[in-house]
């Protein structure tokens, strides 16, 4: 019963620069459409069930909606001052058809940027892809956002719908109609004033983890100090030094490569001039 051009609260609907668009596809437009046609590419209002997609061979397609050039929806997030920022979701396939699209999870924190996946745990790209059965869902997460999505004054999460290439049926050029629902986002509020620095010492468990070959170690500084991190095997032996030196007050991330480190779990120690404390990763190559 929306009206057309309508969205749920800080959310937009996409069509992009390419018909059939593909994960490499940017964004040309915003649809304008109403939410109960029933031919043609569109965009249809389910209830409790969300919003559907799909693209259709006429390249006419409806008012609002540019033939075969859906692409997904938009929701605009504003995180400052909040870090640990998860993100859960249901995708379902309503109809499978033959031309196979998926649901990938996206995000951004400048407009004039690519957006980049969403990883999940092991460094996967989230997603949602068709299932061969109609009326097939799946809940994905909760997904913990990158590090840098927190404190953000515009974050943009993008669930692209996308063409994946392949198609089940020679016979048919049908495409997979794609649905998502209930959406939620959590977080918690950084320590200390999100234009100051942080009142309180914090380590972070590294993200994503386990992984391979990079992750990354957050640190919160209430004042400015001689900060080391360590990495050491789970028996204790000294493996690398991953940060050494003066640090500010203020909020932190060190890169980890672990491109020339075995699969196994190892420790990393933080120490400073008042601080110390210790955490866990898992390299799984």
């Known amino acids: 019963d929306a009206a057309p051009g309508a969205?749920?609260?800080h959310m937009a609907f996409v069509y992009m620069q390419q018909t059939e668009p593909g994960l490499d596809s940017g964004i040309l437009g915003y649809t304008t459409g109403s939410f109960d046609f029933e031919t043609r590419t569109r965009i249809n209002g389910l209830g409790e069930d969300g919003f559907a997609f799909i693209n259709t061979s006429n390249l006419e397609g409806n008012p609002g909606y540019p033939g075969r050039r859906l692409g997904g929806a938009l929701l605009l997030l504003n995180t400052e001052g909040q870090g640990s920022v998860t993100v859960e979701w249901t995708g379902g396939?309503?109809?499978a058809n033959s031309r196979i699209y998926n649901l990938r999870l996206q995000y951004r924190t400048d407009e004039n940027e690519p957006f980049r996946d969403v990883p999940d745990s092991f460094g996967n790209p989230v997603e949602y892809q068709r299932h061969e059965e109609d009326g097939h869902h799946q809940l994905i997460g909760p997904i913990l956002l990158p590090p840098d999505a927190e404190d953000q004054p515009n974050?943009?999460?993008f669930?692209?719908?996308?063409y994946t290439g392949e198609q089940s049926d020679e016979e048919s050029g049908q495409?997979?109609?794609l649905n998502i629902s209930s959406i939620r986002v959590h977080s918690q509020p950084l320590?200390?004033?999100p234009t100051g620095p942080p009142q309180e010492f914090r380590l972070f468990q590294n993200y994503p983890n386990p992984f391979y070959p990079h992750s990354t170690i957050r640190y919160d500084l209430p004042s400015d100090q001689h900060v080391r991190i360590d990495l050491y095997t789970v028996n204790g032996r000294y493996v690398l030094t991953l940060e050494e030196g003066h640090a500010r007050a203020g909020r932190h991330s060190v890169n980890v490569d672990?491109?020339?480190l075995a699969s196994g779990v190892y420790i990393y120690q933080f120490t400073s001039d008042d601080f110390s404390e210790t955490g866990k990763m898992?390299?799984?190559k």
């Open 191 to 193: 320590l200390g004033a």
């Open 7 to 9: 969205a749920p609260p």
């Open 159 to 162: 669930w692209r719908y996308y």
């Open 258 to 260: 672990a491109s020339g």
């Open 155 to 157: 974050l943009e999460l």
């Open 93 to 95: 396939t309503v109809l």
């Open 282 to 284: 898992v390299v799984i």
């Open 175 to 177: 495409r997979a109609k």
